[in-house]
Every structure is written in structure tokens, then in C-alpha cells.
């Protein structure tokens, strides 16, 4: 649908290069396909780019907003962590990378108020993968969530397992009955789940993930992450209790 997309609204070029074979180029169109193979093994690296040019029939206005870009690679860097994008228009450039998912709070949370260590995650079966990372602080929550990389603001099915499995198990530890709403006070998370399973949204907008199949197995992926993070952050977990408690009776808020 996006090479579609991307076809009906413009044209696409792509130039691929493979270290010590060569090098192949390509322009597309809705209406025409033009291709280009050369062998170079004197080709020293290996990479792709690929660029997209707007149609001026299809847009009234073909200026670029190079702050949406910036703000939609630097959401993706979080889900892929060691992958370097560059940004650069004619005024002004950026690179942006991220070393791991957990620098999601390193841009949008104080480190001085982290109430909690950064608890990072990450599981996988044969159709499904789960990465993500946690931190409690005094700050109001900040929340990202992905699926297969469409970020998704509304966030939906996957996020629904994701509170839901941290709630049992939490509650599994402390052989409590604490309500997610408390356990979940200071909570901030980034999460994102890349499937091969045809991902469904709710709208166009594909802000809402109304994926019911992917309940179960992923949160039988979680629960293998939390079973182990808890255990690890044992200690954390057990004054959470008291935290929450005191959340509740309105003697302590994030």
C-alpha cells in the first residue's frame, strides 16, 4: 500500500549498492518502471537510499515540513536502535540515532526524577517480536507505542496487553490486589511490536491497534520479560506497593 502509495503521488528513485558486486539504480512511477543493473567489484560499501519526489498535479503544495520528518525519524529511531538517519534540506541538516529504545526517556523525562531503574525488555517467537522499556518518576508520564513502525498515538491492542500483563504479574509478586491505576501512577513506557501478521487499525489514521489476534501471544511474550524484571527489580517492586498505597490515599503523587 505505500509503494502504492508513494507511486500514485510522485516519483520514487532507489540506488542500491552491494560491497564488491555493484551497484543498481531504479525510478518509479504509477505509470512506468525504469531499471539499471552495473557490476562494480571495485565497490567499497553497501547501502540504500532512496528518495521520493511529490507530484505536482497530485499536491497544492509540495513544500516539505522538515520538522513532521524530523519528529517521525526520531520516533522511529527509538524502535530502531543503531540505525543512523540523516535529515538535511537546504537550510539545515540533522542526524539522528538511537543507541537503545530506552533513550525515549532520555528526551522526554528528567533522569533526577526517575523514581525507578529504566527497565528494558525484549522477547520473540516465530511471528511475533516485542521490544520495549519502562521507568517510574515524578514527571507526568510520557508514553510511545509502535506496530510493525507505524507509530500509533492512540495507542490499542498491544498497549492493552501490555498493562494488563504488568498488572497480573506485579500483583503475582506482591500478593496484592492493586488496581492497574496504581500501580501504573508515575508510569512511563515505550513499546513497539513488529508482527508478520497483517496489523489492524482502527481508521485510516492507523492511530489505534484493534488487533484482538495478537492478545495472547503477546502477552505470553510479556509475561516472559516481567516474570524476569521483576525479579531483577525485586527490590523496587516491593516498596511499589507502598507507593501505590500512598497514591491512593492521596499522600504521595508523580
Known sequence: IGLKTATATGRIGVVSK?????IATGEYTF?????????NSAMK???TTITWKPDEGVFEDNTIQYDKIY???KTLSYATPGLTFKLSSSSESDTIKADGIE?????YLYEDKYISPVMTFKNSDDVMSVEGAMVWSKERPAELSLVNLI???D???HVTALKATLTREVNKLLNTDLKGEEIRSGWSFVISVKTLDEPVFKGQSKDTLTMTTINAPLSALLRECFVDLLQIHKDFFLKLETISLFTASGCFSV
Open 18 to 22: 552491494v560491497k564488491n558486486v555493484g
Open 31 to 39: 505509470e512506468s518502471a525504469e531499471t539499471n543493473v552495473k557490476t
Open 45 to 47: 560499501e553497501s547501502g
Open 71 to 73: 519528529n517521525l525519524l
Open 103 to 107: 533513550d525515549f526517556f532520555k528526551d
Open 151 to 153: 507509530p500509533t498515538s
Open 155 to 157: 495507542h490499542g491492542t
